[in-house]
């Protein structure tokens, strides 16, 4: 199929794409990698009367460090950039090692770091790692800046917080600590495809084995992407064996409550949900930097 009609406009700078935001409002989409936009337009899924193509605006596309270690990432950055940026390797490598699990690498070479968090899919890496990561996200419209926190951005299936005249402009993401161990895990049917069911475990483990804090992110099993608190408070505080990691995995598939679709019933979706937990936590606790695995 082909989209419907639309206009179209290639700003030159920030400020002119603000204004057209400003001007269109919710007629208006954002064109940035294009990887879930076209595809939505081509089937009529989306009939934006206006597409506001940001692929002009440079000054988007960046990996800059802070003094403390935190990064500042454009939100047109390239996902191929990012998996290949050196200071994404040193500062944090949780988000390196796992960039290589989006789609494929021709993906990768066009979509966005933003529009992948923007589109909100609940089955996509980067909202789950933005989540693990506690991300800071930066939202401009034509007259004033806001910062939104990650758990107050995701709101449900490709829904988020921005209002229609605001555009991201820039991901923030807080010190890596070198103390962290880290695990990825996902379940896809195939290589490339957005996942059933993946988790990601973010552990500070003292010299004494003990679990100090705990994160796990679960995505594919919900609207948003999903911290499992209950879970996290289990293993803080306790030397994490394996009779622990099957408690937890108990946990996280009962408190799940996945929906069933065309891909995997919400039976399926708990059950895995709670072995790529433990799975991911497994990995975490392996080696100091931890290991995604498919």
């Avoid at 708990?270 to 995604?292: D, F, N």
Wanted: overall charge negative.
């Amino acid at each position: 199929m082909k989209p419907a009609p639309f206009e179209y406009f290639a700003p030159t700078d920030i400020e002119e794409a603000l204004d057209l935001l400003a001007q269109y409002g919710d007629e208006a989409k954002i064109l940035a990698g294009g990887q879930s936009l076209m595809p939505l337009m081509n089937m009529r899924l989306a009939r934006p009367r206006v597409v506001i193509d940001i692929n002009g605006l440079s000054d988007l596309a960046y990996v800059s460090p802070g003094a403390d270690g935190a990064l500042a990432i454009g939100a047109l950055t390239r996902q191929r950039a990012i998996e290949r940026s050196s200071l994404i390797h040193e500062h944090h490598p949780l988000l390196a090692a796992t960039m290589p699990f989006i789609g494929h690498f021709q993906i990768r070479n066009r979509g966005t770091i933003g529009g992948s968090i923007v589109h909100a899919d609940p089955a996509a890496e980067l909202p789950a790692l933005s989540l693990a990561l506690q991300a800071e996200f930066v939202l401009r419209n034509a007259t004033q800046q806001r910062v939104i926190k990650v758990t107050d951005f995701f709101l449900t299936y490709l829904t988020t917080a921005i209002e229609p005249v605001e555009m991201l402009t820039e991901i923030r993401l807080p010190p890596w600590m070198g103390q962290w161990r880290w695990g990825f895990q996902e379940v896809c049917r195939r290589d490339g495809d957005f996942a059933l069911v993946g988790a990601v475990a973010v552990l500070q483990i003292d010299a004494q084995a003990v679990c100090q804090t705990a994160r796990l992110t679960l995505f594919g099993v919900g609207g948003t992407p999903v911290r499992l608190h209950r879970a996290e408070e289990m293993l803080s505080g306790r030397q994490v064996d394996d009779r622990m990691l099957n408690d937890v995995a108990k946990v996280v598939a009962e408190v799940l409550e996945p929906d069933s679709d065309i891909h995997a019933s919400a039976e399926y979706r708990k059950e895995v949900g709670g072995v790529v937990a433990r799975r991911a936590l497994q990995a975490a606790l392996g080696q100091v930097k931890g290991r995604g695995e498919r």
